[in-house]
Structure formats: structure tokens, C-alpha cells
T-cell receptor
Framework: SQTIHQWPATLVQPVGSPLSLECTVE??????LYWYRQAAGRGLQLLFY??????ISSEVPQNLSASRPQDRQFILSSKKLLLSDSGFYLC???????????FGQGTRLTVV | DQQVKQNSPSLSVQEGRISILNCDYT??????FLWYKKYPAEGPTFLIS?????DKNEDGRFTVFLNKSAKHLSLHIVPSQPGDSAVYFC?????????????FGAGTRLAVHP
């Protein structure tokens, strides 16, 4: 069966520290992968999407980067976190339609 | 620039009554509108969708209505049950930049009380 794993669920990091959030998918190959972020009071904003290994597209300029070192692994990173990076981060996988997409449980990041 | 808006952050409804969750959008090029349900500590799960060429889609207790002229859609839950208590995200999909994007609203937290 197809599953998606995202961790950690919550994270508190000081300003200026690095970040690494990992998302892995099981039960499929060559998935389209997405990273979203929700800031307080706003919708889930698309940050990055990837259609294959080392193929990353960025939707908005920001302090974050994404990498896809393996087919079923998608990583969100930052070298130095800012207060404005706080939010809820969600990884998603779409193999066909959005009706059949899978979402991770999300990561609540608080930068202090 | 929020293309999908859910202006009510929360809604409280009595069990057995109707829950109506609203959503507005700005882009006429969206081809599908979807509703996702999210419980705490879980990822959103797909609930119901509607094509932009339809005005109504029904699935059991859930019905989604689309008013294209007003760029508005709503999700009706009848009758509401305590297990429906969750955050509901409205989303819209469409082609942009060569791939199929999904754009979410901010979510509405529904509480169904006995």
C-alpha cells in the first residue's frame, strides 16, 4: 500500500540554526512530491515541487531549499532559520489526481 | 495574494444540524475544487471534489455546491456528527507553469457538539 511519512511532528529551533525536514514515500515510484507551508491565518502555500530525482522547482523565493536525493525522499532544509520560517510544513505526494494525493502528518516548526 | 480564501476560521454546530463551510476563489482557470479533512496529528485526507463544469456534487452526507459567477463554493454536511469535528481545507487545482498545482485556503475548524 502507498504511504507517506514526514517527521518530526513538532520542532522548536533557535534563530540561525539549520533545519532538515524529511519526507519519504512508500509503495510507489517516481511520485510528484510537494512541500507546503502554512503561516498563521493563511492557506497552505506551495514552496517546492519535484517531478524526479534532483528535479526541484521553487514557487517562492525564501530562506529554504529542497532536495530529492532519492526517488522517494524529499528533504526541506535551511542553513539559518529566521523567525518568519515558523509555521506548519506539509509534504504531499500526487501520483495521479489530487483526489488520490497523500499528505504527511505535517511538522509544526517554531523558531525562537 | 490568496487565490483561495476561507474567511471563517471556525464553526460550531449542534449534532444533527447542517454544517455549511464556505470558500471563495479568484482564479477562473481552476478546473477542480476539492475539500480535505484534517484531524490533529494526521495529514489532510480527500473528502469530496467538484469539477468546474458542474454546480453540485453529492456523496452521502456531504454535498459541494459551486457558483462560478460568484467564484464561491460551499460544503454542506447533513446531518452533522461529532466525528465530523476537524479542520476542513478548501483547495483548487489547475495547470500553471506546466504542472498541476493545488492551492489551499487557510482552513475552517468545525466543532460538532452534542
Amino acid at each position: 500500500s502507498q504511504t507517506i511519512h514526514q517527521w518530526p511532528a513538532t520542532l522548536v529551533q533557535p534563530v540561525g540554526s539549520p533545519l532538515s525536514l524529511e519526507c519519504t514515500v512508500e509503495g510507489t515510484s517516481n511520485p510528484n512530491l510537494y512541500w507546503y507551508r502554512q503561516a498563521a491565518g493563511r492557506g497552505l502555500q506551495l514552496l517546492f515541487y519535484s517531478i524526479g530525482i534532483d528535479q526541484i522547482s521553487s514557487e517562492v523565493p525564501q530562506n529554504l531549499s529542497a532536495s530529492r536525493p532519492q526517488d522517494r525522499q524529499f528533504i526541506l532544509s535551511s542553513k539559518k532559520l529566521l523567525l518568519s520560517d515558523s509555521g506548519f510544513y506539509l509534504c504531499a505526494w500526487k501520483g495521479g489526481t489530487w483526489q488520490r494525493a497523500f499528505f504527511g502528518q505535517g511538522t509544526r516548526l517554531t523558531v525562537v | 495574494d490568496q487565490q483561495v480564501k476561507q474567511n471563517s476560521p471556525s464553526l460550531s454546530v449542534q449534532e444533527g444540524r447542517i454544517s455549511i463551510l464556505n470558500c471563495d476563489y479568484t482564479n477562473s482557470m481552476f478546473d477542480y475544487f476539492l475539500w480535505y479533512k484534517k484531524y490533529p496529528a494526521e495529514g489532510p485526507t480527500f473528502l469530496i471534489s467538484i469539477s468546474s463544469i458542474k454546480d453540485k456534487n453529492e456523496d452521502g452526507r456531504f454535498t459541494v455546491f459551486l457558483n462560478k459567477s460568484a467564484k464561491h463554493l460551499s460544503l454542506h454536511i447533513v446531518p452533522s456528527q461529532p466525528g465530523d469535528s476537524a479542520v476542513y481545507f478548501c483547495a483548487a487545482s489547475g495547470l500553471a507553469g506546466g504542472y498541476n498545482k493545488l492551492i489551499f485556503g487557510a482552513g475552517t475548524r468545525l466543532a460538532v457538539h452534542p
